[in-house]
């Protein structure tokens, strides 16, 4: 059997099992929807057409999940006017799955819970779990951007010469710091700015050099600006 449904201006061919992504409706992950602007209803041997619903018809689903889909690009351009606009678009669509079509005004039979409320749940009590570990020191970022003066580009070049984590770093030989520092042109740097050192301080759970140096200059600020004004 197979219904025909009207939702957010649109319309879909549905079955029991079919996963649908539709205009957003309101409702969390789990939770059972009901369609009741039917348009057609039809199996192998009989097919009912509304008009312009068909009476009594209904289909009920489950809501899987509401997310903002891939961006689309809109772009525009004139000729000889120099007119380029250039816009991005994420339309929030909600997908559920179909799991009855009903005749005669029938209720949906009620079901347990599916796979996908499930996955949530457990994600739910996963993330306090990872977050305690990482506070107590379980768990650190092994980014090598988190290196004081190592930005996206100069990450892309230490990955091409196979250092891709602080844990290579931190585990720097003199020949290896020579190497690198030849490879890049780096002049000294990688000593000058105490990579190795800086390796090991995030490895042991400390804050990033930039961030405490940050935190510093805004301190000193703050008291500079102070003693301006007890001056004044």
């Known amino acids: 059997m197979f219904a025909i449904l009207k939702t957010g201006g649109k319309q879909y061919r549905v079955a029991e099992n ?48 509401t997310k903002k889909q891939k961006t689309i690009i809109i772009f525009k351009k004139k000729r000889r006017h120099g007119y380029r606009r250039r816009n991005g678009h994420r339309q929030i669509l909600t997908t559920v799955r179909i799991s009855e079509i009903l005749l005669d005004g029938k209720k949906p039979s009620k079901k347990k819970a599916t796979t996908a409320k499930k996955a949530t749940s457990a994600k739910a009590k996963t993330a306090p779990a990872k977050k305690a570990a990482k506070q107590a020191g379980n768990e650190f970022i092994d980014d090598i951007k988190l290196i004081s003066g190592v930005g996206p580009a100069l990450e892309k070049k230490l990955h091409s010469l196979g250092v891709k984590s602080l844990k290579d770093i931190a585990a720097f030989s003199k020949e290896d710091i020579e190497r690198i520092d030849a490879e890049l042109n780096f002049k000294g740097r990688i000593e000058r700015d105490e990579w190795v050192e800086q390796a090991k301080e995030l490895i042991a759970g400390k804050a990033p050099r930039a ?9 000193a600020s703050g008291a500079k600006a102070e003693a301006k004004d007890k001056g004044a």
């Open 211 to 219: 961030k405490i140096d940050q935190k510093a200059k805004t301190k």
């Open 18 to 65: 079919d996963i649908i992504k539709i205009e957003k409706i309101d409702g969390q992950p789990g939770d059972n929807v009901l369609f009741d602007n039917i348009l057609m209803v039809g199996s192998d041997s009989e097919i009912k057409i509304g008009n312009p619903l068909v009476e009594g018809a209904s289909v009920a689903g489950e809501l899987i999940e």
